[in-house]
Protein backbone atom coordinates (compact mmCIF):
# COMPACT_ATOMS: atom_id res chain seq x y z
CA UNK A 1 0.00 0.00 0.00
CA UNK A 2 2.95 2.24 1.17
CA UNK A 3 4.59 1.65 -2.76
CA UNK A 4 1.33 2.49 -4.11
CA UNK A 5 1.19 5.65 -2.62
CA UNK A 6 4.70 6.61 -2.70
CA UNK A 7 4.13 5.68 -6.34
CA UNK A 8 1.04 8.29 -6.44
CA UNK A 9 3.09 10.90 -5.02
CA UNK A 10 5.58 10.65 -7.36
CA UNK A 11 3.12 11.16 -10.04
CA UNK A 12 1.22 13.85 -8.87
CA UNK A 13 5.04 15.80 -8.00
CA UNK A 14 6.16 15.09 -11.61
CA UNK A 15 2.17 16.59 -12.87
CA UNK A 16 2.58 19.64 -10.68
CA UNK A 17 6.07 20.12 -11.99
CA UNK A 18 4.92 19.93 -15.77
CA UNK A 19 2.01 22.35 -14.60
CA UNK A 20 4.22 25.05 -13.73
CA UNK A 21 6.84 24.51 -16.43
CA UNK A 22 3.67 24.63 -19.04
CA UNK A 23 2.27 27.45 -17.06
CA UNK A 24 6.05 29.55 -17.10
CA UNK A 25 5.93 28.52 -20.97
CA UNK A 26 2.61 30.63 -21.64
CA UNK A 27 3.07 33.67 -19.80
CA UNK A 28 5.66 36.15 -20.25
CA UNK A 29 7.22 37.20 -16.90
CA UNK A 30 7.10 40.72 -16.57
CA UNK A 31 10.52 41.02 -14.96
CA UNK A 32 11.76 39.76 -18.54
CA UNK A 33 13.93 41.51 -20.98
CA UNK A 34 12.11 44.21 -22.98
CA UNK A 35 12.70 46.33 -26.07
CA UNK A 36 11.16 48.48 -27.67
CA UNK A 37 11.70 50.77 -31.13
CA UNK A 38 9.07 53.38 -31.31
CA UNK A 39 9.04 56.17 -34.64
CA UNK A 40 6.71 59.29 -34.82
CA UNK A 41 6.19 60.88 -38.32
CA UNK A 42 4.78 64.15 -38.44
CA UNK A 43 6.78 66.77 -40.41
CA UNK A 44 6.75 65.77 -44.18
CA UNK A 45 8.19 67.71 -46.37
CA UNK A 46 6.35 65.86 -49.28
CA UNK A 47 3.09 64.50 -48.01
CA UNK A 48 0.27 66.28 -45.77
CA UNK A 49 1.90 66.45 -41.97
CA UNK A 50 0.23 64.73 -39.08
CA UNK A 51 -0.41 66.53 -36.48
CA UNK A 52 -0.06 63.74 -33.52
CA UNK A 53 2.20 60.81 -34.42
CA UNK A 54 4.96 63.18 -32.98
CA UNK A 55 3.46 63.53 -29.50
CA UNK A 56 1.77 60.13 -29.40
CA UNK A 57 5.21 58.20 -29.64
CA UNK A 58 6.90 60.81 -27.73
CA UNK A 59 4.49 59.69 -25.11
CA UNK A 60 4.51 56.05 -25.93
CA UNK A 61 7.99 55.78 -25.26
CA UNK A 62 7.81 57.70 -21.72
CA UNK A 63 4.79 54.65 -21.24
CA UNK A 64 6.87 51.49 -22.47
CA UNK A 65 9.96 53.09 -20.28
CA UNK A 66 8.01 53.02 -17.18
CA UNK A 67 7.29 49.36 -17.86
CA UNK A 68 10.80 48.43 -18.13
CA UNK A 69 11.37 48.91 -21.51
CA UNK A 70 14.79 49.47 -23.55
CA UNK A 71 13.27 52.17 -25.63
CA UNK A 72 14.71 54.00 -28.62
CA UNK A 73 12.56 56.75 -29.68
CA UNK A 74 12.98 58.09 -33.23
CA UNK A 75 10.91 61.50 -34.37
CA UNK A 76 10.47 62.46 -37.61
CA UNK A 77 12.85 59.95 -39.26
CA UNK A 78 14.17 60.24 -42.47
CA UNK A 79 14.66 57.15 -44.78
CA UNK A 80 18.28 56.68 -43.37
CA UNK A 81 17.59 57.30 -39.81
CA UNK A 82 14.57 54.88 -39.87
CA UNK A 83 16.79 52.03 -41.76
CA UNK A 84 19.70 52.62 -39.77
CA UNK A 85 17.15 52.76 -36.20
CA UNK A 86 16.27 48.94 -37.56
CA UNK A 87 19.04 47.62 -37.98
CA UNK A 88 20.24 48.70 -34.29
CA UNK A 89 17.19 47.39 -33.08
CA UNK A 90 17.89 44.42 -34.38
CA UNK A 91 21.19 44.06 -32.64
CA UNK A 92 19.86 44.85 -29.82
CA UNK A 93 17.35 42.10 -30.29
CA UNK A 94 19.71 39.77 -30.79
CA UNK A 95 21.56 40.55 -27.54
CA UNK A 96 18.52 40.99 -25.08
CA UNK A 97 16.52 38.37 -26.44
CA UNK A 98 13.21 38.52 -24.60
CA UNK A 99 10.24 40.57 -26.04
CA UNK A 100 10.16 42.68 -28.88
CA UNK A 101 8.22 45.60 -29.67
CA UNK A 102 7.80 48.00 -32.59
CA UNK A 103 5.22 50.79 -32.53
CA UNK A 104 4.99 53.58 -35.46
CA UNK A 105 3.03 56.40 -35.76
CA UNK A 106 2.68 58.25 -39.21
CA UNK A 107 1.53 57.92 -42.94
CA UNK A 108 1.93 54.56 -44.46
CA UNK A 109 0.25 52.64 -47.70
CA UNK A 110 0.34 49.41 -49.39
CA UNK A 111 1.08 48.48 -52.81
CA UNK A 112 0.57 45.17 -54.29
CA UNK A 113 -0.33 43.49 -50.87
CA UNK A 114 3.08 44.53 -48.66
CA UNK A 115 2.79 47.48 -46.68
CA UNK A 116 5.26 50.38 -46.21
CA UNK A 117 5.88 52.70 -43.86
CA UNK A 118 7.13 56.50 -45.11
CA UNK A 119 9.77 58.63 -44.05
CA UNK A 120 9.84 62.23 -43.50
CA UNK A 121 11.56 63.02 -46.55
CA UNK A 122 10.40 60.23 -48.58
CA UNK A 123 9.62 62.10 -52.24
CA UNK A 124 7.05 59.53 -53.74
CA UNK A 125 5.19 60.66 -56.63
CA UNK A 126 4.00 56.96 -57.53
CA UNK A 127 3.95 53.31 -56.68
CA UNK A 128 7.22 52.27 -58.81
CA UNK A 129 9.00 54.04 -56.23
CA UNK A 130 7.88 53.22 -52.85
CA UNK A 131 9.54 50.14 -52.58
CA UNK A 132 12.95 52.07 -52.60
CA UNK A 133 12.12 55.09 -50.59
CA UNK A 134 10.05 53.90 -47.33
CA UNK A 135 10.29 50.87 -45.12
CA UNK A 136 8.74 47.57 -45.84
CA UNK A 137 6.47 46.26 -42.82
CA UNK A 138 8.06 43.07 -44.03
CA UNK A 139 11.75 43.73 -42.92
CA UNK A 140 10.73 45.07 -39.37
CA UNK A 141 8.85 41.17 -38.83
CA UNK A 142 11.75 39.34 -40.40
CA UNK A 143 13.96 41.27 -38.08
CA UNK A 144 12.17 40.79 -35.27
CA UNK A 145 11.91 37.22 -36.01
CA UNK A 146 15.73 36.27 -36.80
CA UNK A 147 16.52 38.10 -33.99
CA UNK A 148 15.51 35.45 -31.74
CA UNK A 149 13.17 37.05 -29.63
CA UNK A 150 10.45 35.48 -27.54
CA UNK A 151 7.57 37.17 -28.38
CA UNK A 152 7.08 39.65 -30.70
CA UNK A 153 4.67 42.81 -31.12
CA UNK A 154 4.10 45.16 -33.80
CA UNK A 155 1.66 48.42 -33.85
CA UNK A 156 0.67 50.34 -36.59
CA UNK A 157 -0.68 53.47 -36.16
CA UNK A 158 -0.72 54.21 -39.93
CA UNK A 159 -3.49 53.65 -41.64
CA UNK A 160 -4.57 56.74 -42.83
CA UNK A 161 -6.09 56.85 -46.69
CA UNK A 162 -3.14 56.50 -49.27
CA UNK A 163 -1.21 59.32 -49.55
CA UNK A 164 -0.13 59.26 -53.28
CA UNK A 165 -1.72 61.81 -55.75
CA UNK A 166 -4.99 59.72 -57.04
CA UNK A 167 -3.64 59.92 -60.75
CA UNK A 168 -0.54 57.33 -59.62
CA UNK A 169 -2.10 54.58 -58.08
CA UNK A 170 -2.92 51.43 -59.71
CA UNK A 171 -5.44 50.55 -57.46
CA UNK A 172 -8.16 52.63 -55.21
CA UNK A 173 -6.15 50.55 -51.86
CA UNK A 174 -6.84 52.18 -48.42
CA UNK A 175 -5.10 51.51 -45.18
CA UNK A 176 -3.17 48.84 -44.68
CA UNK A 177 -3.12 44.89 -45.73
CA UNK A 178 -2.99 41.70 -43.88
CA UNK A 179 0.68 40.68 -43.21
CA UNK A 180 1.75 38.05 -45.54
CA UNK A 181 3.89 36.02 -43.43
CA UNK A 182 3.31 36.30 -39.46
CA UNK A 183 5.95 34.78 -37.44
CA UNK A 184 5.00 32.53 -34.14
CA UNK A 185 4.37 33.96 -31.14
CA UNK A 186 3.73 37.40 -32.68
CA UNK A 187 0.92 39.79 -33.07
CA UNK A 188 0.72 42.69 -35.45
CA UNK A 189 -2.34 45.48 -34.64
CA UNK A 190 -3.28 48.23 -36.54
CA UNK A 191 -5.39 51.36 -36.19
CA UNK A 192 -8.09 49.83 -38.22
CA UNK A 193 -8.75 46.79 -39.60
CA UNK A 194 -7.18 45.87 -43.07
CA UNK A 195 -8.26 48.05 -46.00
CA UNK A 196 -9.73 50.40 -43.88
CA UNK A 197 -8.84 54.24 -42.85
CA UNK A 198 -7.83 55.35 -39.33
CA UNK A 199 -8.34 58.40 -37.74
CA UNK A 200 -5.37 61.17 -36.58
CA UNK A 201 -5.33 61.19 -32.85
CA UNK A 202 -8.08 58.11 -32.08
CA UNK A 203 -5.80 54.77 -31.73
CA UNK A 204 -2.72 55.51 -29.86
CA UNK A 205 -3.79 57.46 -26.98
CA UNK A 206 -7.03 55.31 -26.87
CA UNK A 207 -4.39 52.59 -26.47
CA UNK A 208 -1.81 54.11 -23.71
CA UNK A 209 -4.96 54.37 -21.82
CA UNK A 210 -5.10 51.16 -20.97
CA UNK A 211 -0.95 50.38 -21.35
CA UNK A 212 -0.13 50.64 -18.01
CA UNK A 213 -2.71 48.90 -16.44
CA UNK A 214 -1.45 46.15 -13.86
CA UNK A 215 -3.17 42.60 -14.37
CA UNK A 216 -4.68 43.37 -17.95
CA UNK A 217 -3.44 40.60 -20.10
CA UNK A 218 -2.41 41.80 -23.81
CA UNK A 219 -5.46 40.53 -25.56
CA UNK A 220 -8.04 41.95 -23.06
CA UNK A 221 -6.29 45.32 -23.33
CA UNK A 222 -6.37 44.99 -27.25
CA UNK A 223 -10.21 44.25 -27.03
CA UNK A 224 -10.81 47.27 -24.63
CA UNK A 225 -8.80 49.52 -26.88
CA UNK A 226 -11.47 48.07 -30.04
CA UNK A 227 -14.07 48.84 -28.10
CA UNK A 228 -13.26 52.34 -27.25
CA UNK A 229 -12.20 53.48 -30.55
CA UNK A 230 -15.07 52.03 -32.16
CA UNK A 231 -17.68 54.16 -29.45
CA UNK A 232 -15.39 57.25 -30.00
CA UNK A 233 -15.76 56.76 -33.90
CA UNK A 234 -19.23 55.93 -33.86
CA UNK A 235 -18.09 52.83 -35.47
CA UNK A 236 -16.55 53.98 -38.20
CA UNK A 237 -13.08 52.83 -37.36
CA UNK A 238 -12.84 49.16 -35.81
CA UNK A 239 -9.25 47.93 -34.73
CA UNK A 240 -7.20 44.94 -36.30
CA UNK A 241 -5.22 42.68 -34.91
CA UNK A 242 -3.81 39.73 -36.20
CA UNK A 243 -2.84 37.10 -33.09
CA UNK A 244 -0.66 34.47 -32.84
CA UNK A 245 0.55 34.72 -29.51
CA UNK A 246 1.51 31.33 -27.87
CA UNK A 247 2.51 33.35 -24.50
CA UNK A 248 0.31 35.65 -22.20
CA UNK A 249 1.57 38.88 -21.85
CA UNK A 250 1.09 41.08 -18.89
CA UNK A 251 2.82 44.72 -19.67
CA UNK A 252 2.30 46.02 -16.25
CA UNK A 253 2.64 42.76 -14.11
CA UNK A 254 0.00 40.67 -13.07
CA UNK A 255 -1.41 43.38 -10.38
CA UNK A 256 -0.84 44.27 -7.15
CA UNK A 257 1.27 41.04 -6.46
CA UNK A 258 3.72 41.72 -9.53
CA UNK A 259 3.85 45.43 -10.48
CA UNK A 260 5.87 46.23 -13.50
CA UNK A 261 9.39 46.87 -13.24
CA UNK A 262 10.61 50.68 -13.43
CA UNK A 263 13.35 51.87 -14.80
CA UNK A 264 15.99 52.93 -11.47
CA UNK A 265 15.43 57.40 -12.40
CA UNK A 266 17.71 59.35 -9.85
CA UNK A 267 15.81 61.22 -7.51
CA UNK A 268 14.91 64.69 -8.24
CA UNK A 269 14.25 67.79 -5.76
CA UNK A 270 11.80 69.86 -6.73
CA UNK A 271 11.32 73.05 -4.79
CA UNK A 272 7.87 74.40 -4.44
CA UNK A 273 8.08 78.20 -4.56
CA UNK A 274 7.26 80.07 -1.53
CA UNK A 275 3.54 80.53 -0.86
CA UNK A 276 2.41 78.39 -3.93
CA UNK A 277 0.21 76.30 -1.81
CA UNK A 278 -1.57 73.54 -4.09
CA UNK A 279 -2.72 75.26 -6.19
CA UNK A 280 0.37 75.17 -8.44
CA UNK A 281 1.34 72.37 -10.68
CA UNK A 282 4.72 72.05 -11.07
CA UNK A 283 5.97 71.38 -15.15
CA UNK A 284 9.08 69.61 -15.73
CA UNK A 285 10.70 71.04 -18.89
CA UNK A 286 11.43 69.37 -22.17
CA UNK A 287 11.00 69.25 -25.79
CA UNK A 288 7.93 69.01 -27.93
CA UNK A 289 6.04 69.73 -30.68
CA UNK A 290 4.42 73.08 -31.14
CA UNK A 291 1.40 74.14 -33.15
CA UNK A 292 0.13 71.90 -35.89
CA UNK A 293 0.37 71.81 -39.88
CA UNK A 294 -3.67 70.94 -39.96
CA UNK A 295 -5.20 73.99 -38.34
CA UNK A 296 -4.98 77.95 -38.83
CA UNK A 297 -2.26 79.35 -40.99
CA UNK A 298 -0.52 81.56 -37.54
CA UNK A 299 -0.41 77.33 -36.50
CA UNK A 300 2.20 76.63 -38.92
CA UNK A 301 4.36 75.12 -39.40
CA UNK A 302 4.68 72.10 -36.52
CA UNK A 303 8.04 72.84 -34.97
CA UNK A 304 10.54 72.13 -31.78
CA UNK A 305 10.05 73.60 -28.55
CA UNK A 306 12.32 72.91 -25.76
CA UNK A 307 11.85 74.63 -22.09
CA UNK A 308 13.12 75.31 -18.51
CA UNK A 309 10.93 73.60 -15.55
CA UNK A 310 8.22 76.11 -14.31
CA UNK A 311 5.29 75.97 -12.01
CA UNK A 312 1.33 76.90 -13.36
CA UNK A 313 -1.69 77.73 -11.63
CA UNK A 314 -3.62 74.48 -11.03
CA UNK A 315 -6.87 77.05 -12.31
CA UNK A 316 -7.42 80.22 -14.10
CA UNK A 317 -7.41 83.10 -11.49
CA UNK A 318 -11.07 83.27 -9.44
CA UNK A 319 -13.06 86.16 -8.66
CA UNK A 320 -12.16 85.81 -5.27
CA UNK A 321 -8.63 85.68 -5.82
CA UNK A 322 -8.87 88.77 -8.24
CA UNK A 323 -11.04 90.39 -5.72
CA UNK A 324 -8.98 89.65 -2.56
CA UNK A 325 -5.75 91.10 -4.70
CA UNK A 326 -7.49 93.95 -6.35
CA UNK A 327 -10.69 94.71 -4.53
CA UNK A 328 -13.28 94.75 -7.21
CA UNK A 329 -14.85 92.41 -9.67
CA UNK A 330 -14.85 93.19 -13.18
CA UNK A 331 -16.58 89.93 -14.26
CA UNK A 332 -19.61 89.77 -16.26
CA UNK A 333 -22.53 89.25 -14.04
CA UNK A 334 -25.09 87.79 -16.86
CA UNK A 335 -22.64 84.80 -17.52
CA UNK A 336 -21.58 83.57 -13.62
CA UNK A 337 -20.63 85.66 -10.57
CA UNK A 338 -19.42 83.26 -7.84
CA UNK A 339 -16.34 83.13 -5.63
CA UNK A 340 -15.34 80.13 -7.79
CA UNK A 341 -15.73 81.01 -11.25
CA UNK A 342 -13.08 82.28 -13.59
CA UNK A 343 -12.55 85.76 -13.58
CA UNK A 344 -13.35 87.78 -16.69
CA UNK A 345 -13.24 90.80 -18.71
CA UNK A 346 -10.21 91.46 -18.23
CA UNK A 347 -7.60 92.90 -20.04
CA UNK A 348 -3.78 91.64 -20.55
CA UNK A 349 -2.42 94.66 -18.79
CA UNK A 350 -4.79 94.25 -16.12
CA UNK A 351 -4.12 90.39 -15.59
CA UNK A 352 0.20 92.20 -15.75
CA UNK A 353 -1.36 94.47 -12.58
CA UNK A 354 -2.77 91.34 -10.92
CA UNK A 355 0.23 89.42 -11.15
CA UNK A 356 2.40 91.97 -10.18
CA UNK A 357 0.34 92.77 -7.18
CA UNK A 358 -0.32 89.52 -5.98
CA UNK A 359 4.17 89.06 -6.10
CA UNK A 360 3.75 92.26 -4.18
CA UNK A 361 1.26 90.85 -1.45
CA UNK A 362 3.45 87.68 -1.29
CA UNK A 363 6.71 89.60 -0.43
CA UNK A 364 7.87 88.40 -4.16
CA UNK A 365 9.59 89.91 -6.50
CA UNK A 366 7.51 91.50 -9.65
CA UNK A 367 8.27 90.27 -12.51
CA UNK A 368 6.56 93.46 -14.62
CA UNK A 369 7.77 96.63 -15.29
CA UNK A 370 6.99 99.95 -17.37
CA UNK A 371 3.64 100.68 -18.66
CA UNK A 372 1.54 100.33 -21.59
CA UNK A 373 3.29 98.55 -25.20
CA UNK A 374 6.45 99.28 -23.20
CA UNK A 375 5.73 96.52 -20.15
CA UNK A 376 8.74 94.44 -19.72
CA UNK A 377 9.34 90.90 -18.03
CA UNK A 378 12.19 89.99 -16.14
CA UNK A 379 11.67 85.99 -16.33
CA UNK A 380 14.27 85.85 -13.74
CA UNK A 381 12.11 87.51 -11.08
CA UNK A 382 10.32 85.27 -8.68
CA UNK A 383 6.68 87.01 -8.75
CA UNK A 384 3.95 85.59 -10.69
CA UNK A 385 3.61 86.14 -14.45
CA UNK A 386 1.47 85.26 -17.35
CA UNK A 387 2.88 82.09 -19.13
CA UNK A 388 4.73 82.12 -22.01
CA UNK A 389 2.46 81.10 -25.16
CA UNK A 390 5.21 78.21 -25.35
CA UNK A 391 4.56 77.16 -21.56
CA UNK A 392 0.90 77.19 -22.26
CA UNK A 393 0.79 74.85 -24.75
CA UNK A 394 3.33 72.79 -23.84
CA UNK A 395 1.39 72.51 -19.92
CA UNK A 396 -2.06 72.22 -21.73
CA UNK A 397 -0.67 69.24 -24.06
CA UNK A 398 0.64 67.68 -20.91
CA UNK A 399 4.28 67.85 -21.04
CA UNK A 400 6.21 65.07 -21.29
CA UNK A 401 3.37 62.89 -20.35
CA UNK A 402 1.47 64.27 -22.90
CA UNK A 403 -0.68 61.51 -24.57
CA UNK A 404 -0.94 63.69 -27.64
CA UNK A 405 -4.78 64.75 -27.22
CA UNK A 406 -6.58 67.21 -29.76
CA UNK A 407 -7.67 68.89 -26.64
CA UNK A 408 -5.80 69.76 -22.83
CA UNK A 409 -6.42 65.73 -21.39
CA UNK A 410 -9.09 64.20 -23.80
CA UNK A 411 -9.99 63.76 -27.28
CA UNK A 412 -13.17 64.33 -26.18
CA UNK A 413 -13.76 68.05 -25.21
CA UNK A 414 -16.63 68.08 -22.94
CA UNK A 415 -14.80 65.86 -20.43
CA UNK A 416 -12.38 67.93 -19.98
CA UNK A 417 -14.12 71.77 -20.76
CA UNK A 418 -17.07 73.89 -21.32
CA UNK A 419 -17.80 75.03 -25.02
CA UNK A 420 -20.63 76.02 -27.01
CA UNK A 421 -22.19 73.00 -26.83
CA UNK A 422 -22.26 72.08 -23.52
CA UNK A 423 -22.40 75.70 -21.58
CA UNK A 424 -25.59 76.47 -21.34
CA UNK A 425 -24.05 80.32 -23.41
CA UNK A 426 -22.34 81.01 -19.48
CA UNK A 427 -19.40 80.73 -17.75
CA UNK A 428 -18.94 77.71 -14.90
CA UNK A 429 -16.67 77.38 -11.81
CA UNK A 430 -13.03 76.34 -12.31
CA UNK A 431 -12.25 72.40 -11.92
CA UNK A 432 -15.78 71.24 -12.93
CA UNK A 433 -13.96 68.56 -15.54
CA UNK A 434 -11.02 66.07 -15.22
CA UNK A 435 -7.39 67.42 -15.60
CA UNK A 436 -5.22 66.42 -17.97
CA UNK A 437 -1.73 64.53 -17.76
CA UNK A 438 -0.64 67.03 -15.36
CA UNK A 439 -3.55 68.06 -13.72
CA UNK A 440 -3.97 71.28 -15.31
CA UNK A 441 -8.23 71.98 -15.23
CA UNK A 442 -9.89 74.06 -17.65
CA UNK A 443 -7.09 74.59 -19.99
CA UNK A 444 -9.30 74.19 -23.14
CA UNK A 445 -12.50 76.22 -22.78
CA UNK A 446 -14.34 77.90 -20.10
CA UNK A 447 -12.24 81.17 -20.65
CA UNK A 448 -9.47 82.02 -23.21
CA UNK A 449 -6.08 82.75 -21.00
CA UNK A 450 -4.07 85.33 -22.16
CA UNK A 451 -0.25 84.64 -22.29
CA UNK A 452 2.64 87.21 -22.08
CA UNK A 453 3.81 87.07 -25.88
CA UNK A 454 3.27 89.88 -28.82
CA UNK A 455 1.11 88.13 -31.83
CA UNK A 456 3.30 87.12 -34.50
CA UNK A 457 4.81 84.36 -36.68
CA UNK A 458 6.68 81.19 -35.03
CA UNK A 459 10.53 82.85 -35.60
CA UNK A 460 11.38 83.13 -32.52
CA UNK A 461 14.33 81.00 -30.25
CA UNK A 462 12.87 77.08 -30.01
CA UNK A 463 14.51 77.46 -26.54
CA UNK A 464 11.75 78.90 -23.69
CA UNK A 465 11.03 81.84 -26.56
CA UNK A 466 9.17 84.98 -25.44
CA UNK A 467 7.57 85.13 -28.69
CA UNK A 468 7.60 88.56 -31.08
CA UNK A 469 9.70 91.25 -30.13
CA UNK A 470 6.98 93.67 -30.54
CA UNK A 471 3.36 94.18 -32.38
CA UNK A 472 -0.27 95.85 -31.65
CA UNK A 473 -1.84 92.45 -30.04
CA UNK A 474 -1.35 89.77 -27.52
CA UNK A 475 -2.18 86.25 -27.52
CA UNK A 476 -4.30 84.52 -25.64
CA UNK A 477 -5.05 80.40 -25.53
CA UNK A 478 -7.74 77.90 -25.03
CA UNK A 479 -11.25 78.94 -25.95
CA UNK A 480 -14.26 79.33 -23.69
CA UNK A 481 -17.81 78.79 -23.16
CA UNK A 482 -19.07 80.59 -26.42
CA UNK A 483 -16.01 78.60 -28.61
CA UNK A 484 -16.64 75.49 -31.14
CA UNK A 485 -14.92 72.27 -31.02
CA UNK A 486 -12.34 73.54 -33.97
CA UNK A 487 -11.50 77.11 -32.07
CA UNK A 488 -10.49 74.76 -28.65
CA UNK A 489 -7.94 72.65 -29.82
CA UNK A 490 -4.67 73.16 -27.86
CA UNK A 491 -2.96 74.71 -30.99
CA UNK A 492 -5.26 77.62 -31.43
CA UNK A 493 -4.09 81.05 -31.57
CA UNK A 494 -6.44 84.45 -30.33
CA UNK A 495 -5.27 87.33 -30.16
CA UNK A 496 -6.49 90.82 -28.84
CA UNK A 497 -5.54 94.46 -27.99
CA UNK A 498 -3.45 94.58 -24.68
CA UNK A 499 -6.33 96.46 -23.42
CA UNK A 500 -9.44 94.48 -25.09
CA UNK A 501 -11.85 93.11 -22.53
CA UNK A 502 -14.81 90.13 -23.38
CA UNK A 503 -16.59 88.30 -21.30
CA UNK A 504 -15.42 84.78 -22.52
CA UNK A 505 -11.19 86.29 -21.39
CA UNK A 506 -9.61 85.36 -18.57
CA UNK A 507 -6.03 84.03 -17.42
CA UNK A 508 -3.73 82.12 -15.15
CA UNK A 509 -0.54 82.41 -13.27
CA UNK A 510 2.80 80.94 -13.60
CA UNK A 511 6.20 81.56 -11.70
CA UNK A 512 9.71 80.09 -12.20
CA UNK A 513 11.36 77.12 -10.56
Excluded at 44 to 61: C, I, K, N, V
Excluded at 390 to 417: I, K
Aim: glycine share 10%; aromatic share 8%.
Amino acid sequence: MNMVVNEMNKILQCITLCAILFSASISLDSQENKTALVIGNSNYRHFSSLDQPYGEATAMAAALRRLGFDVTLLLNGSQIQMDDALIDFEEKLHRRGGLALFHYGGHGLQVDGSNYLIPVDANIPDERRVRSRALDVDEVIGAMDASGTKTNIVILDACRDNPLPASSRSTNSRGLAVVGRQPPDSIIVYAAAAGSTASDGLFTPTLLKYLETPGLEFSDLLRKVRTDVRQASGGAQRTGDYNQLESEIFLAGRGSGSPAPVAAVPAVRVQRPDNAGENMIFVPGGTFQMGSNSGDNDEKPIHSVTLSDFWMGKYEVTQGEWESVMDSNPSASSKGIGNNYPVNQVSWEDAVEYCNALSRREGLTPCYSGSGNSIRCNFNAEGYRLPTEAEWEYAARGGQQSRGYTYSGSNNLSSVGWHSENSGSKNHPVGGKQSNELGLYDMNGKVWEWCWDWYGGYTSSFRDPYGASSGSLRIYRGGSWYSNLSSSRAAVRGRSTPTGRTNGLGFRVARRL
